[in-house]
């Protein structure tokens, strides 16, 4: 099992948010979590990455059969764990050139690899562009600075690539995207899916599920997994929304 | 009128308590007054005597006064420093400590030891084929009074006690003449050190560029020991018309040393400034600078970084004066500060009745890496004309923790993406050095310095002359 999460209980500020939350993921699958907002969504992915501010009150996340409650999120990331972000960040002055370059660098450190050369860098780095069709030469751009919305979300598919995590978290990837660029995205993710690597994709909507097929659809209300199924109850949310599941836990 | 003032009527004078040191000066003054203005033009002997009756009013500055209030000198002032006023005799082997070279890059090195210009007797004062002279100013006054009675005090606004105090015992310093329509190729770096324990020197630059004339100044104040020193230096520059500046400063001083950097500059029309200024050691740091923007279509870049940490202070004082339309200024200071350090940012834009159509804007940028260390900021505008364009801001805060948490989630560890943050906040003003190698040079020495490798180097604060050592910072910047 690749990750395996047990009672999780997280609290931001003393407030619980996830509330004993349950979740398995096997190589090779694809997993989407869907849920109205503020059920605890995105939560989860911090929790998962390590996010300053997000405390584990009980429960454990085991990835790769250790625990790692209280692993850095650099650990983690060197370690497979990829979070494509809802909101990207800009960081003006750092160039993506060498953002990519170091954060290659850190995960061969890690591994006890010497630095990638520059030329094998650049080779790299232009055969990952095309996955995803960004055109732009990156070089002189700062991470994310002045990027547009689908910029943006292409670039975090991008460093996915760069980075062949084996455990990705799509953090609602497909918000702000025009039909083309979800095509683009999404193509990118099929690409990268293979039998060594696991993908959590989470969205409010099942239209990323046209184009990323998940192996598994689950719920999530108040903290919680409250239901579970295969690619049928993406649909069945579609079509009813989700103002059924919060009256049957309402009730 | 102008008798010398013998020593009896200066004691005589004293009306307040003063501290130990503002005592040593004015005894000194009083003593060594006929030494001092033996070689004087008129002028001078008359400008020293007036400080010297101003210092003796006022003294020191103190936490009184609202343009000293966050910068303490006290300690200083209680401080058992000497007064140096001799040449230090030329041996070649001393030229080695003049070592902050940057490699790469062609510069006609100025040397300025114990606040004397440092050099062989015969290049004392030498003047290049295409007119331009470089050297002594105590031996350009002799050489060229004329220009002395034009340039020399006029522009640097003696407000206070050390901006008198240097005029009143200026010695020596570097006088640099650019004549008009030269354009000198090679950058002039001027190496500033003290290499004797518990100095105090007073030193005066003058630099003067004719009309279309063409300057790159580098001016670096370095330490090459730890003991305790006071650089009081202002350096007057003259901009004729359409004359251009780029004057990079480069301040790495050890934690004992207080450097106060005072600057006028005098803008005729159309000319250009460019100004940055690297402060990144040194115990209290002060750089104040004066750009008068006296005439039409003049345009001043003016920029500083500061890197500070420990106990170190550093105190900006930025001052433009638009007193002719059209002109354009832009000033830019970024800062990280570091468990005790403590900063000062002063900014004065003003702007007379006629200067219209006026761009002067204005920015302070601040990261506080710790709970203790600490910024006082304060831009100031003073608007007369109506056809403007003005701006100022100033921020403080810390490391964005979004960004942070954004490399760390790509495998960066917090160390290197800390760095990376601060390097990439540093490199607004770094990327405005016009000079590649020069760059280079200052970029890895920002590096060094974030990874604190400068301020534990035991043999001295800089040399960054160092190439055998790798920055082993994975990240170049340089390519951005």
Same mark, same amino acid.
């Given at each position: *099992?690749?990750?395996?999460?047990?009672?999780?209980?997280?609290?931001?500020?003393?407030?619980?948010?996830?509330?004993?939350?349950?979740?398995?993921?096997?190589?090779g699958e694809i997993h989407a979590i869907m849920g109205p907002n503020g059920t605890g969504k995105s939560t989860l992915a911090a929790a998962i990455t390590g996010r300053e501010g997000y405390e584990i009150t009980k429960g454990e996340i085991i990835y790769k059969g250790q625990i790692i409650n209280d692993w850095s999120p650099d650990k983690r990331a060197n370690e497979g764990v990829f979070l494509s972000?809802?909101?990207?960040?800009?960081?003006?002055?750092?160039?993506?050139?060498?953002?990519?370059?170091?954060?290659?660098?850190?995960?061969?450190?890690?591994?006890?690899?010497?630095?990638?050369?520059?030329?094998?860098?650049?080779?790299?780095?232009?055969?990952?562009?095309?996955?995803?069709?960004?055109?732009?030469?990156?070089?002189?751009?700062?991470?994310?600075?002045?990027?547009?919305?689908?910029?943006?979300?292409?670039?975090?598919?991008?460093?996915?690539? *760069?980075?062949?995590?084996?455990?990705?978290?799509?953090?609602?990837?497909?918000?702000?995207?025009?039909?083309?660029?979800?095509?683009?995205?999404?193509?990118?993710?099929?690409?990268?899916?293979?039998?060594?690597?696991?993908?959590?994709?989470?969205?409010?909507?099942?239209?990323?599920?046209?184009?990323?097929?998940?192996?598994?659809?689950?719920? *999530?209300?108040?903290?919680?997994?409250?239901?579970?199924?295969?690619?049928?109850?993406? *649909?069945?949310?579609?079509?009813?929304?989700?103002?059924?599941?919060?009256?049957?836990?309402?009730? | 009128?102008?008798?010398?003032?013998?020593?009896? =009527?200066?004691?005589?004078?004293?009306?307040?308590?003063?501290?130990?040191?503002?005592?040593?000066?004015?005894?000194?003054?009083?003593?060594?007054?006929?030494?001092?203005?033996?070689?004087?033009?008129?002028?001078?002997?008359?400008?020293?005597?007036?400080?010297?009756?101003?210092?003796?009013?006022?003294?020191?500055?103190?936490?009184?006064?609202?343009?000293?209030?966050?910068?303490?000198?006290?300690?200083?002032?209680?401080?058992?420093l000497e007064i140096f006023d001799r040449e230090t005799p030329y041996e070649k082997q001393l030229s080695d400590i003049f070592l902050c070279e940057v490699h790469g890059f062609e510069s006609r090195v100025i040397s300025v030891l114990n606040g004397s210009f440092y050099s062989p007797e015969e290049e004392k004062l030498t003047v290049d084929k295409n007119g331009v002279i470089v050297g002594s100013l105590?031996?350009?006054?002799?050489?060229?009074?004329?220009?002395?009675?034009?340039?020399?005090?006029? /522009?640097?606004?003696?407000?206070?006690? #050390?901006?008198?105090?240097?005029?009143?015992?200026?010695?020596?310093? +570097?006088?640099?003449?650019?004549?008009?329509? @030269?354009?000198?190729?090679?950058?002039?770096?001027?190496?500033?050190?003290?290499?004797?324990?518990?100095?105090?020197?007073?030193?005066?630059?003058? @630099?003067?560029?004719?009309?279309? %004339?063409?300057?790159?100044?580098?001016?670096?104040?370095?330490?090459?020991?730890?003991?305790?020193?006071?650089?009081?230096?202002?350096?007057? /520059?003259?901009?004729?018309?359409?004359?251009?500046?780029?004057?990079?400063?480069?301040?790495?001083?050890?934690?004992?040393?207080?450097?106060?950097?005072?600057?006028?500059?005098?803008?005729?029309?159309?000319?250009?400034?460019?100004?940055?200024?690297?402060?990144?050691?040194?115990?209290?740091?002060?750089?104040?600078i004066f750009d008068f923007m006296n005439g039409e279509g003049a345009w001043s870049d003016v920029r500083g970084l500061y890197l500070m940490d420990q106990q170190q202070h550093i105190d900006n004082q930025v001052n433009v004066y638009h007193n002719a339309p059209h002109c354009d200024s832009n000033q830019l200071f970024k800062g990280i500060l570091d468990n005790k350090a403590t900063g000062v940012f002063?900014?004065?834009?003003? +702007?007379?009745?006629?200067?219209?159509?006026?761009?002067?804007?204005?920015?302070?940028?601040?990261?506080?890496?710790?709970?203790?260390?600490?910024?006082?900021?304060?831009?100031?505008?003073?608007?007369?004309?109506?056809?403007?364009?003005?701006?100022?801001?100033?921020?403080?805060?810390?490391?964005?923790?979004?960004?942070? #948490?954004?490399?760390?989630?790509?495998?960066?560890? #917090?160390?290197?993406?800390?760095?990376?943050?601060?390097?990439? #906040?540093?490199?607004? +003003?770094?990327?405005?050095?016009?000079?590649? %190698?020069?760059?280079?040079?200052?970029?890895?020495?920002?590096?060094?310095?974030?990874?604190? =490798?400068?301020?534990?180097?035991?043999?001295?604060?800089?040399?960054?002359?160092?190439?055998?050592?790798?920055? /082993?910072?994975?990240? =170049?910047?340089?390519?951005?």
């Amino acid at each position: *099992m690749l990750l395996n999460i047990k009672n999780l209980h997280v609290s931001i500020d003393g407030k619980e948010i996830l509330k004993g939350l349950n979740f398995s993921v096997n190589k090779g699958e694809i997993h989407a979590i869907m849920g109205p907002n503020g059920t605890g969504k995105s939560t989860l992915a911090a929790a998962i990455t390590g996010r300053e501010g997000y405390e584990i009150t009980k429960g454990e996340i085991i990835y790769k059969g250790q625990i790692i409650n209280d692993w850095s999120p650099d650990k983690r990331a060197n370690e497979g764990v990829f979070l494509s972000f809802q909101y990207p960040i800009e960081i003006p002055g750092v160039s993506m050139t060498n953002f990519m370059r170091t954060a290659l660098n850190a995960s061969r450190d890690y591994r006890k690899l010497p630095p990638v050369s520059a030329k094998d860098f650049l080779k790299k780095m232009e055969e990952k562009k095309k996955l995803v069709q960004i055109q732009s030469k990156l070089t002189n751009r700062s991470v994310n600075e002045g990027f547009s919305g689908g910029e943006k979300k292409k670039n975090e598919i991008f460093q996915m690539a *760069m980075l062949e995590p084996e455990l990705a978290i799509l953090d609602e990837t497909d918000s702000g995207l025009d039909i083309d660029a979800l095509r683009i995205v999404a193509g990118g993710v099929n690409q990268l899916k293979s039998d060594e690597n696991a993908f959590i994709v989470i969205t409010h909507y099942q239209r990323l599920l046209d184009y990323i097929i998940p192996d598994f659809v689950h719920v *999530m209300y108040d903290g919680r997994i409250v239901k579970s199924g295969g690619k049928k109850l993406a *649909m069945e949310l579609e079509e009813k929304g989700y103002e059924w599941i919060k009256e049957q836990f309402d009730a | 009128m102008h008798n010398p003032v013998k020593g009896n =009527d200066i004691m005589e004078k004293i009306k307040k308590t003063y501290y130990p040191l503002e005592e040593r000066f004015i005894r000194y003054f009083a003593e060594h007054f006929d030494e001092l203005s033996r070689h004087d033009i008129p002028k001078v002997s008359y400008m020293r005597r007036k400080a010297m009756e101003a210092f003796q009013q006022t003294g020191f500055p103190h936490k009184k006064l609202e343009k000293w209030r966050n910068t303490d000198l006290e300690g200083i002032y209680k401080g058992n420093l000497e007064i140096f006023d001799r040449e230090t005799p030329y041996e070649k082997q001393l030229s080695d400590i003049f070592l902050c070279e940057v490699h790469g890059f062609e510069s006609r090195v100025i040397s300025v030891l114990n606040g004397s210009f440092y050099s062989p007797e015969e290049e004392k004062l030498t003047v290049d084929k295409n007119g331009v002279i470089v050297g002594s100013l105590t031996r350009a006054m002799q050489e060229y009074p004329d220009l002395g009675e034009e340039y020399l005090g006029e /522009i640097m606004p003696q407000q206070d006690g #050390f901006k008198t105090l240097n005029t009143a015992l200026v010695s020596d310093g +570097v006088f640099i003449y650019v004549p008009d329509n @030269v354009v000198v190729e090679n950058t002039f770096q001027i190496i500033n050190i003290l290499n004797k324990p518990n100095l105090v020197v007073n030193v005066r630059n003058l @630099v003067i560029l004719g009309k279309n %004339a063409r300057l790159r100044l580098l001016h670096c104040d370095d330490s090459v020991n730890h003991h305790a020193g006071l650089i009081n230096k202002v350096n007057e /520059i003259y901009l004729n018309e359409n004359a251009e500046l780029e004057l990079y400063k480069l301040q790495n001083l050890n934690n004992e040393t207080a450097l106060l950097n005072q600057t006028a500059i005098h803008q005729s029309a159309n000319s250009r400034l460019k100004s940055s200024a690297f402060s990144l050691n040194g115990g209290i740091i002060r750089n104040e600078i004066f750009d008068f923007m006296n005439g039409e279509g003049a345009w001043s870049d003016v920029r500083g970084l500061y890197l500070m940490d420990q106990q170190q202070h550093i105190d900006n004082q930025v001052n433009v004066y638009h007193n002719a339309p059209h002109c354009d200024s832009n000033q830019l200071f970024k800062g990280i500060l570091d468990n005790k350090a403590t900063g000062v940012f002063n900014g004065y834009i003003y +702007v007379k009745r006629d200067a219209q159509q006026t761009n002067a804007f204005q920015r302070n940028s601040n990261i506080l890496l710790s709970k203790t260390a600490r910024i006082d900021t304060m831009p100031h505008l003073e608007i007369y004309a109506d056809d403007v364009k003005c701006s100022h801001g100033a921020s403080v805060g810390q490391l964005d923790k979004e960004a942070l #948490f954004y490399l760390m989630q790509r495998g960066i560890p #917090f160390v290197d993406a800390r760095m990376l943050l601060m390097y990439a #906040f540093a490199d607004a +003003v770094i990327n405005e050095i016009s000079i590649e %190698a020069l760059r280079i040079s200052i970029q890895d020495m920002v590096k060094r310095r974030l990874r604190g =490798d400068l301020s534990i180097c035991d043999r001295c604060v800089l040399h960054c002359s160092n190439p055998d050592q790798p920055i /082993i910072f994975d990240i =170049d910047l340089s390519k951005i």
